[in-house]
């Protein structure tokens, strides 16, 4: 189980390195964040701390996107298939952990 959330965490960074000059173009991603897409419907953006990326909290999520999209993820970035409710909550934990 740990070797394939790892895969995941590593595909992850793979589209993050992708979108990096188009996140650095950005003026609403500070550095050392991320933009990422949630919703299952409708899409919202969220800038989280790339370190979420190494907590298993987070690597649920993006299991969850994998599975929904592979890693040719539709909006060009990072887009997690979960409701915002759902992300909200685990990154407030996230946050509360540091």
Same mark, same amino acid.
């Given at each position: ?73 539709? #909006? ?20 509360? #952990?540091?």
């Amino acid at each position: 189980m740990g070797l394939r959330i790892q895969s995941v965490i590593l595909n992850a960074k793979k589209i993050l390195k992708k979108q990096h000059v188009h996140c650095t173009n950005q003026p609403d991603v500070p550095k050392g964040h991320i933009p990422v897409y949630v919703g299952l419907i409708e899409r919202k953006k969220f800038v989280v701390p790339i370190s979420y990326l190494n907590h298993h909290l987070f690597g649920d999520l993006l299991k969850r996107a994998e599975e929904e999209f592979g890693f040719d993820q539709p #909006t060009g970035g990072l887009t997690i298939p979960c409701k915002e409710g759902t992300f909200i909550e685990v990154t407030s934990r996230l946050h509360n #952990t540091k």
